[in-house]
């Protein structure tokens, strides 16, 4: 087996060595009954060439996914990764060691995380990041526990547009705690203030709200912050479309407490749903709550400047059952990503794509609303996802667009089942398309 | 070395500029002025060459499988094979759009079905749910659903056993689940003590998690009077799969009489670890416990032949991320197990436990182990010894450093009187026996250094990028971001700021 380099020859000598006759020997502590005693049932091994034979066969029942632009977002968006970056992460010094624990031979990782949690601080304009939980649910599903151990009360709000699956990922990680979930009925493109304001108590842990939100919108954080604050609970900010950060208001600057952030957009595959990666940055008065591990700055015995992972008394292998979460491996080689991402793309690159996404968006909006086909269900400010209803056959709609090499928009009749979005769609377009295929795109939904 | 933020000019580019034929769409028109930031964020302003640089540089700071032996205990740091990058690297998988319709995917779902059914034949289990991220991620998903099997059936259980020996995020997930953790004693062959153990079980309990081998890297050779001692109570068995190395073609914990395993597939099924995740973390479960499972799982309708995400149903623990599991790596799982085969998989235990073995019967001279018998695919040795001569377990690890290995795990597991000052050694098969030798040789040649000249071992290491770190300043200061350091300027007085290597 070209995976162990050790022959039959040299394991008779290290068995002679250990003093035993045989393999069987050192197996004496397993009991006979519990031994498998047959060959595992499994297919006889494949050579490699037969292996990618075998493997290529499978991969081409999925539809031509590289060749297919998508339509849809709802949570995964695909943007342009560079060259550069995907050159870099080839580096197994990079993607084939583990987590950073010896300092001495980790700096390489060590310092990209440092550097990812700064771009990311800068991002969001809050203090303290924590670079890596593995998919903005669970990420936002640890900022509610935080949060509920930072106040110790027992009622969570969630918005209504957060994206369902985070929602359902909140619910089953706070099941166990005893905690009440209020979900704020749908109106429209936002989250209802006036909604917030009935269902906020004294003896609620915190408010979660994604901006942009689920329909693309961006919510009017700044409000709902303050009427959370007035009612002392802490106000999470989900923001799952991280594109989104290049042109919209940082967090920091609307004194949000918590921000649970999907990295996705930062380099990352869309890969079928994961690996991703989330951020959670907050106030440096939280840090003692928060969960997963954080990169720090400091000496070595030489006074030289280096990084070591910190404020390690918060987590499992040092607390135990007292951690702030039970997090160990997480993403870490995302976060290496997209810190080699926002290095390339930098101050100018992240603006420009950011705008190009809200701008080809919204072009293709007004493209498909000329044609008369199509109406704005109600109108709200988005980023790069609309919601619009098709007054024609959605089936035809969504042959259409996979005839023509494009991955068709979300139903939201499946996450929100309500007569009035069976019509609806959620488009999601990113810095991608070009203008000849945006029109091409509202050509074919036009006739 | 500088940071990235460092090694900024004004005006510098590192994108590719995209064509903008938009004019025509203003931003102020759609989007209220307070929703905005002012400013552009400020992040870098480099070009792509310095980021290469930078980044190739970054890495040769950094120590990895490819560099050299790795023998961290409990995380089987073994090779990971490069078609297995290639196939998880396939442009049809990796562009799959996650909401795709399931006409779109049937190759990404296929694999998901298929290699649910290879890791049930591999660990005797009946279902897997592919949706966990880490090993800790699959264990919060496995104690949620024995939590919710006895919600179903009437009955408030509230204790989860633990093992003193067991991984930190075993009491920590237990605790995620608001279950109280009770720790059950080692005995004097460093595997659970029965009698702490049936005395501990009761119908309140939920049973226990269990790593096997363990953490000291021995097999429970009780196993059979745990499996019986946790189920006559009614209670549920809990497999640790982290060390399932050891196991592959020998024994199954489904037929050990486990309900409920995650495995990690980074570690047995050679996933890369990518300088801590991203990995998997995959959870099976008995058939008892299915309708628990996280929903949705993938199935396969028998009479169109089409593969589809099938909803778990109410009694599911429900959602427990977004969308479906680490794919990628599930893709490098199945290519590596198709490669092997049933007698492969075997091989790669054997040759892990002869090697693991084979640097205890060589090693318990010089480091006496924990306990003295035949181990699993990982050995635990202790540094004790060394104490007199004023040197710690840390000291030789940071030595081995200047010899060009990466140290084993230290000061885990710990627990007294058997387990202190550790050295969990696990040399996966993918080691040779030279490197082994190698190893094994400084291993001796570094106790010699303790007793004759220590202060090359508390001096250690000098032939790293960098030396021994200020971990207490890293706490008492922190600085987190670049801006922090900024802020700090005055106060901090670094040497250089470049390493030089």
Redesign the interface.
């Given at each position: 087996?070209r995976?162990?380099?050790?022959t039959s020859e040299?394991?008779k000598?290290?068995?002679k060595?250990?003093?035993?006759s045989s393999?069987e020997?050192?197996?004496?502590?397993?009991?006979e009954?519990?031994?498998?005693k047959k060959?595992?049932?499994?297919?006889?091994?494949?050579p490699?060439n037969e292996?990618?034979e075998?493997?290529?066969h499978?991969?081409?029942?999925?539809?031509?996914?590289?060749s297919?632009k998508?339509l849809?977002g709802?949570?995964?968006y695909?943007h342009f990764i560079?060259e550069?970056e995907k050159?870099?992460l080839q580096?197994?010094?990079?993607?084939?060691?583990?987590?950073?624990y010896?300092?001495?031979?980790?700096?390489?990782?060590l310092?990209?995380i440092?550097?990812f949690?700064?771009?990311i601080?800068?991002?969001t304009k809050m203090?303290?990041?924590i670079p890596?939980i593995?998919?903005?649910?669970?990420a936002t599903a640890e900022a509610v526990?935080m949060s509920i151990r930072l106040t110790h009360k027992e009622k969570i709000i969630i918005s209504p547009l957060l994206?369902p699956?985070?929602r359902?990922?909140i619910?089953?990680?706070v099941?166990?705690?005893?905690i009440e979930i209020v979900e704020l009925p749908l109106q429209d493109g936002a989250t209802s203030a006036d909604m917030l304001k009935q269902s906020l108590d004294n003896n609620t842990a915190a408010i979660v709200v994604q901006s942009p939100n689920f329909l693309g919108g961006?919510e009017?954080i700044?409000e709902i912050v303050e009427i959370t604050h007035q009612n002392d609970a802490l106000f999470i900010q989900v923001i799952v479309e991280a594109m989104s950060?290049?042109?919209?208001?940082?967090p920091g600057?609307m004194n949000v407490d918590i921000v649970a952030g999907?990295t996705q957009s930062f380099g990352l595959?869309?890969?079928?749903?994961?690996?991703?990666?989330a951020f959670l940055a907050t106030k440096k008065e939280y840090?003692r709550q928060l969960p997963g591990?954080?990169?720090?700055?400091?000496?070595?015995?030489?006074?030289?400047?280096?990084f070591?992972m910190?404020?390690r008394?918060r987590?499992?292998?040092?607390?135990?059952?007292?951690?702030t979460?039970?997090?160990?491996?997480?993403?870490?080689?995302?976060v290496?990503a997209g810190?080699?991402y926002?290095?390339?793309?930098?101050?100018?690159?992240?603006?420009?794509?950011s705008?190009?996404n809200?701008?080809?968006a919204?072009?293709l909006e007004?493209e498909l609303l000329k044609s008369g086909k199509f109406t704005n269900p109600f109108p709200y400010?988005?980023?790069n996802e609309f919601l619009i209803n098709y007054q024609g056959n959605i089936e035809e709609l969504?042959k259409r667009l996979?005839e023509n090499n494009f991955?068709?928009p979300?139903s939201v009749w499946q996450f929100y089942p309500e007569e009035k979005f069976r019509q609806s769609l959620l488009f999601a377009v990113t810095?991608i398309f070009?203008?000849d295929e945006l029109n091409k795109i509202s050509n074919l939904l036009s006739q | 070395m500088k940071l990235i933020f460092e090694k900024s000019f004004p005006g510098r580019i590192g994108f590719s500029k995209p064509i903008d034929l938009f004019d025509d769409i203003k931003l102020e028109e759609s989007i209220p002025i307070k929703y905005l930031e002012k400013n552009k964020k400020q992040l870098t302003e480099v070009s792509e060459v310095d980021v290469i640089r930078h980044f190739t540089k970054l890495s040769k700071f950094n120590y990895g499988v490819d560099d050299g032996l790795y023998p961290l205990g409990s995380c089987t740091m073994k090779y990971n094979p490069r078609i297995n990058e290639k196939m998880a690297g396939l442009a049809n998988f990796s562009y799959a759009h996650p909401l795709s319709f399931p006409d779109m995917a049937q190759g990404s779902l296929e694999l998901i079905y298929r290699l649910d059914k290879l890791l049930c034949e591999i660990t005797g289990m009946d279902k897997y749910t592919m949706a966990p991220a880490s090993g800790a991620h699959g264990e919060l998903t496995g104690v949620l659903i024995m939590r919710k099997y006895f919600l179903d059936h009437g009955e408030k259980r509230h204790k989860m056993l633990i093992p003193d020996s067991a991984h930190g995020t075993n009491p920590a997930s237990a605790a995620m689940a608001e279950f109280e953790v009770v720790e059950i004693k080692s005995n004097e062959n460093g595997t659970v003590d029965l009698e702490s153990l049936s005395h501990a079980m009761d119908g309140e309990t939920v049973g226990l998690m269990l790593t096997n081998p363990n953490t000291v890297g021995l097999y429970d050779e009780g196993i059979e009077s745990i499996q019986k001692i946790i189920h006559d109570k009614g209670g549920l068995l809990y497999y640790d799969g982290a060390n399932l190395n050891a196991s592959l073609g020998i024994i199954r914990p489904g037929d050990a009489g486990f309900d409920v395993v995650h495995l990690n597939l980074h570690k047995t099924f050679s996933t890369p670890h990518g300088g801590g995740g991203p990995g998997s973390g995959v959870v099976g479960v008995k058939s008892r416990l299915i309708p628990y499972l996280p929903t949705p799982v993938v199935a396969l309708e028998e009479s169109s032949g089409k593969y589809y995400f099938k909803d778990v149903g109410e009694k599911s623990i429900g959602m427990i991320r977004s969308f479906w599991g680490n794919f990628s790596v599930l893709v490098k799982t199945f290519a590596w197990i198709l490669s092997l085969g049933p007698e492969g998989l075997y091989e790669c235990s054997k040759a892990s436990i002869i090697n693991a073995n084979y640097v205890l019967a060589k090693l318990k001279e010089y480091y006496k182990p924990a306990y003295d018998r035949y181990c699993g695919h990982e050995c635990t040795l202790t540094g004790r010894e060394y104490k007199k001569y004023g040197i710690k377990t840390l000291d030789i690890a940071k030595r081995l450093m200047d010899y060009g290995f990466h140290p084993p795990t230290i000061y885990f597991p710990h627990f007294e009187p058997y387990a202190d000052e550790t050295i969990m050694i696990e040399p996966p098969e993918s080691e040779g026996k030279e490197v082994l030798d190698d190893f094994i040789n400084t291993m001796i040649a570094i106790s010699k250094e303790a007793k004759e000249n220590p202060e090359l071992l508390t001096s250690a290491p000098r032939r790293t990028p960098i030396t021994r770190t200020d971990d207490a300043m890293a706490v008492r200061r922190p600085i987190l971001t670049y801006d922090d350091e900024l802020r700090l300027k005055d106060e901090l007085n670094y040497q250089e700021k470049d390493i030089n290597f």
């Open positions: 087996m995976y162990i380099p050790s040299q394991q000598e290290m068995l060595e250990i003093g035993v393999f020997e050192l197996l004496s502590s397993i009991p009954n519990v031994r498998l060959k595992l049932n499994l297919p006889p091994a494949l490699e292996l990618e075998n493997i290529m499978i991969v081409q029942k999925n539809a031509d996914f590289y297919m998508p849809i709802a949570g995964a695909r560079p550069a050159a870099l580096r197994e010094e990079f993607w084939t060691c583990y987590t950073p010896q300092p001495e031979l980790s700096q390489g990782t310092q990209a440092f550097e949690q700064s771009h601080s800068r991002l203090e303290v990041v890596s593995f998919d903005g649910a669970s526990l994206h699956h985070y359902e990922t619910k089953t990680y099941e166990p705690h005893n961006v009017d700044q950060l290049g042109l919209l208001k940082s600057n999907n595959d869309l890969s079928f749903g994961g690996p991703h990666n840090i591990r954080i990169v720090g700055e400091t000496k070595d015995r030489d006074g030289k400047r280096v070591v910190t404020l008394a987590e499992q292998d040092i607390r135990r059952e007292k951690a979460s039970n997090i160990c491996t997480n993403h870490n080689l995302n290496m810190n080699i926002l290095s390339l793309l930098g101050t100018e690159g992240l603006y420009q794509y705008l190009l809200f701008k080809k919204h072009y007004k400010p988005y980023f969504r996979i991955i068709p979300l810095e070009s203008r | -």
